[in-house]
């Protein structure tokens, strides 16, 4: 397991909002009775960024943000199965570049959405258990990951269907695996972190030919040799609690566990024995009551920002590139007081959303300083 380094005192940011970037609520859209669990914008495809996903209940709904505040509504699937319960909803692509939804919850099951047709392309069984969370890779945008209670985490190609990689085994995951996450440009690499309080780091690199067969396999998925990577390159016990979000910024890792804050730190792993190592703890983004699991922080495009809701309707929207942490705003309403599960920034920043326990969908944008 990852050891501290010592001497070097992590940097602690001020919960004293900067002014950096002033935000206003320019909607409130209370989509449902349920909660709702997720909310994604689609930085896949730049003719839609201004698309978002949302998922409560067996529900996954699209909508898009519009100038002056305004929300439309796109689309809307429901589930076959009124007991599903989605939690998470990633934007992918298949091959010829058509946008999938692909969405997993309660039963275990990942339904990748053809939003052309706005029917069923596939269905993924395979997950022993429900579905925490799925991300797609933004290099390879018909690849995306699934971390499960279960205590695996899986790799889908959407365009045939194909479990490739099973991530669990003799050094996986202990629990549930509750957030997952592809490295930006190095493609080999994944984070996925959980119940055992644990962030794990994969490598794929000698599994990657697998990855290739994938796109020309013509045979039954069922047939595919799908692979289990039973051994992490890394380890890291940066939190003494469940981890319930983890984020690459660059080489180095975001995580957040139930004890109010974001956590930076740098994995400094040792060629010679995989799975040990250091870790280099940077920085500390405090978020006030925001100690209870499943809250999801987000970030803009090029990761210069994280929104984050706490379990009181407010969000801490912090500035990640600067020493010390600079909080840019806290934004709060006297209407918004249930827990932001999920939020959601734009492209640029511009716009951040939050999807809330009451089955509101929050809109908030920068206003200009002109």
Same mark, same amino acid.
């Given at each position: 397991?990852?050891?501290?380094?010592?001497?070097?005192?992590?940097?602690? *940011?001020?919960?004293?909002?900067?002014?950096?970037? !002033?935000?206003?609520?320019?909607?409130?859209?209370?989509?449902?009775?349920?909660?709702?669990?997720?909310?994604?914008?689609?930085?896949?495809?730049?003719?839609?960024?201004?698309?978002?996903?949302?998922?409560?209940?067996? &529900?996954?709904?699209? +909508?898009?943000?519009?100038?002056?505040?305004? #929300?439309?509504?796109?689309?809307?699937?429901?589930?076959?199965?009124? !007991?599903?319960?989605? +939690?998470?909803?990633?934007?992918?692509?298949?091959?010829?570049?058509?946008?999938?939804?692909?969405?997993?919850?309660?039963?275990?099951?990942?339904?990748?959405?053809?939003?052309?047709?706005?029917?069923?392309?596939?269905?993924?069984? *395979?997950?022993?258990?429900?579905?925490?969370?799925?991300?797609?890779?933004?290099?390879?945008?018909?690849?995306?990951?699934?971390?499960?209670?279960?205590?695996?985490?899986?790799?889908?190609?959407?365009?045939?269907?194909?479990? #490739?990689?099973?991530?669990?085994?003799?050094?996986?995951?202990?629990?549930?695996?509750?957030?997952?996450?592809?490295?930006?440009?190095?493609? +080999? &690499?994944?984070?996925?972190?959980?119940?055992?309080?644990?962030?794990?780091?994969?490598?794929?690199?000698? $599994?990657?030919?697998?990855?290739?067969?994938?796109?020309?396999?013509?045979?039954?998925?069922?047939?595919?040799?799908?692979?289990?990577?039973?051994?992490?390159?890394?380890?890291?016990?940066?939190?003494?609690?469940?981890?319930?979000?983890?984020?690459?910024?660059?080489?180095?890792?975001?995580?957040?566990?139930?004890?109010?804050?974001?956590?930076?730190?740098?994995?400094?792993?040792?060629?010679?024995?995989?799975?040990? *190592?250091?870790?280099?703890?940077?920085?500390? +983004?405090?978020?006030?009551?925001?100690?209870?699991?499943?809250?999801? $922080?987000?970030?803009? $495009?090029?990761?210069?920002?994280?929104?984050?809701?706490?379990?009181?309707?407010?969000?801490?929207?912090?500035?990640?590139?600067?020493?010390?942490?600079?909080?840019?705003?806290?934004?709060?309403?006297?209407?918004?007081?249930?827990?932001? &599960?999920?939020?959601?920034?734009?492209?640029? *920043?511009?716009?951040?959303?939050?999807?809330?326990?009451?089955?509101?969908?929050?809109?908030?944008?920068?206003?200009?300083?002109?």
């Amino acid at each position: 397991m990852s050891k501290f380094a010592l001497g070097c005192e992590p940097v602690v *940011g001020s919960l004293t909002p900067s002014k950096k970037r !002033d935000y206003r609520v320019t909607n409130r859209l209370q989509e449902g009775k349920r909660p709702l669990y997720a909310v994604v914008f689609n930085f896949i495809d730049s003719r839609y960024f201004n698309v978002f996903a949302t998922v409560g209940g067996n &529900r996954v709904t699209v +909508y898009q943000c519009l100038e002056g505040g305004v #929300i439309a509504v796109l689309q809307s699937y429901v589930d076959e199965d009124k !007991d599903e319960s989605f +939690y998470t909803v990633s934007w992918a692509c298949n091959v010829d570049g058509t946008p999938f939804i692909v969405a997993g919850g309660l039963n275990g099951i990942i339904r990748v959405i053809d939003a052309g047709s706005e029917k069923i392309h596939k269905s993924f069984v *395979g997950h022993g258990d429900s579905i925490n969370e799925i991300r797609t890779q933004p290099l390879k945008p018909s690849l995306v990951v699934s971390a499960s209670k279960d205590e695996s985490v899986r790799l889908w190609n959407i365009h045939t269907g194909i479990c #490739i990689l099973i991530f669990a085994g003799a050094g996986g995951h202990r629990n549930e695996v509750l957030s997952v996450d592809f490295h930006p440009s190095d493609i +080999y &690499r994944i984070a996925s972190c959980g119940m055992d309080n644990t962030v794990k780091i994969w490598s794929m690199k000698e $599994f990657w030919t697998y990855v290739e067969k994938s796109f020309t396999w013509t045979d039954l998925p069922s047939k595919f040799p799908t692979k289990y990577v039973q051994f992490p390159v890394f380890i890291a016990s940066v939190h003494s609690n469940y981890v319930d979000c983890n984020r690459w910024l660059g080489d180095f890792i975001l995580s957040k566990s139930v004890d109010n804050e974001i956590v930076l730190w740098e994995p400094k792993t040792k060629d010679q024995s995989p799975g040990e *190592g250091s870790v280099d703890i940077l920085q500390k +983004y405090p978020v006030p009551e925001c100690d209870i699991w499943f809250i999801k $922080f987000s970030c803009d $495009f090029h990761y210069n920002a994280a929104a984050i809701g706490n379990r009181e309707g407010k969000i801490f929207v912090w500035e990640l590139q600067s020493s010390p942490p600079v909080l840019i705003a806290k934004l709060s309403h006297a209407q918004s007081k249930s827990p932001i &599960r999920q939020t959601a920034m734009s492209f640029d *920043g511009s716009t951040i959303l939050s999807c809330c326990e009451d089955g509101t969908i929050w809109r908030w944008d920068a206003v200009s300083t002109s």
